[in-house]
């Protein structure tokens, strides 16, 4: 007896196809599971990405500003310094849109509990090192196993924030 991308065997039991793949509904609960976390886990390293990124947006735009000064002055020709104005203001959206995002993230982070906090910002934003766990161990004076147990319950509420539309509340708040 067959249904769609499921198959039972009288003897294994229900058999789920995830990508091609046959896995026990425990598996492939966990591989869903697994992929959310991921997701959620990629969204956090951004936030370390876009803050550089705003970092070399604004170095950017003190040149432009200091060329625009300089041609404003008669040093440059016109459409020289009509170039410079159209990068400064592309510059200037790129900026509002890089903000945006990091004040997004940060917001999403802000409403975790403090514990969940600390170990997502260690293991995520500040670009935890293959100690993380370790340190935060320590720190914290819990065992390893809890602090991956904070770190699961951390991603899992940061997908459901990315997901269900509270990313954006999570802005205005």
């Not at 993230?105 to 993380?132: C, N, W």
Request: aromatic share 6%.
């Amino acid at each position: 007896m067959s249904t769609v991308g499921t198959e039972l065997f009288p003897i294994t039991g229900k058999i789920i196809i995830i990508k091609g793949e046959r896995r026990f509904p425990e598996e492939a609960k966990c591989a869903e599971m697994n992929e959310k976390r991921q997701q959620a886990a990629g969204f956090l390293r951004e936030y370390a990405i876009l803050c550089r990124s705003e970092d070399v947006i604004n170095e950017q735009m003190c040149v432009i500003d200091r060329a625009v000064q300089s041609a404003s002055d008669g040093d440059v020709p016109d459409d020289r310094f009509n170039d410079q104005i159209g990068q400064r203001e592309e510059l200037r959206l790129r900026l509002a849109v890089v903000k945006m995002r990091r004040e997004m993230i940060s917001g999403m982070v802000d409403r975790l509990p403090p514990r969940q906090r600390i170990v997502i910002g260690r293991f995520f934003i500040t670009g935890g090192s293959g100690h993380a766990a370790d340190d935060i161990m320590e720190w914290l004076a819990i065992e390893k196993s809890q602090v991956y147990r904070i770190k699961d319950a951390a991603l899992d509420s940061i997908y459901r924030m990315m997901t269900d539309g509270s990313a954006g509340a999570a802005m205005v708040e």
